[in-house]
């Protein structure tokens, strides 16, 4: 099992940054493809961006292209999300999750079998 604790979110204006972090315990998530995913109020699950278990590839949604950038520390064995330029549409819930069957990058919530609680990202106009 591996657990999995978002921490970082936080109310911010426009413009601003902020820096989510996801620790996990109870396992190495060294060879674990690692995600963000965001969810709005009334929306669905939606992905943010995925990184490798190496860290080696990253992939993010084209509307966080540029902004925002996934890396990670195994020796931590923590994953993080840089927000930079935040919008107000950037305003949800972010989750954190692993795939452990996966190495590779994966944008599929159904690749995911590790979640995190989420963490409230509120970005003010």
């Known amino acids: 099992q591996v657990q999995l604790v978002e921490s970082g979110g936080g109310l911010v204006q426009a413009g601003g940054s902020l820096r989510l972090s996801c620790a996990a315990s109870?396992?190495?998530?060294?060879?674990?493809?690692m995600g963000w995913f965001r969810q709005a109020p009334g929306k669905e699950r939606e992905f943010v961006a995925a990184i490798s278990s190496r860290g080696r590839s990253t992939n993010s949604a084209d509307s966080v292209k540029g902004r925002f950038t996934i890396s990670r520390d195994n020796a931590k064995n923590t994953v993080y999300l840089q927000m930079n330029s935040l919008k107000p549409e950037d305003t949800a819930v972010y989750y954190c999750?692993?795939?452990?069957?996966?190495?590779?990058?994966?944008?599929?919530?159904?690749?995911?079998?590790?979640w995190g609680q989420g963490t409230q990202v509120t970005v003010s106009s």
């Open positions: 999750a692993a795939a452990p069957k996966y190495t590779t990058v994966r944008i599929t919530p159904n690749a995911y079998d590790y």
């Open positions: 109870g396992r190495s998530i060294s060879n674990y493809a």
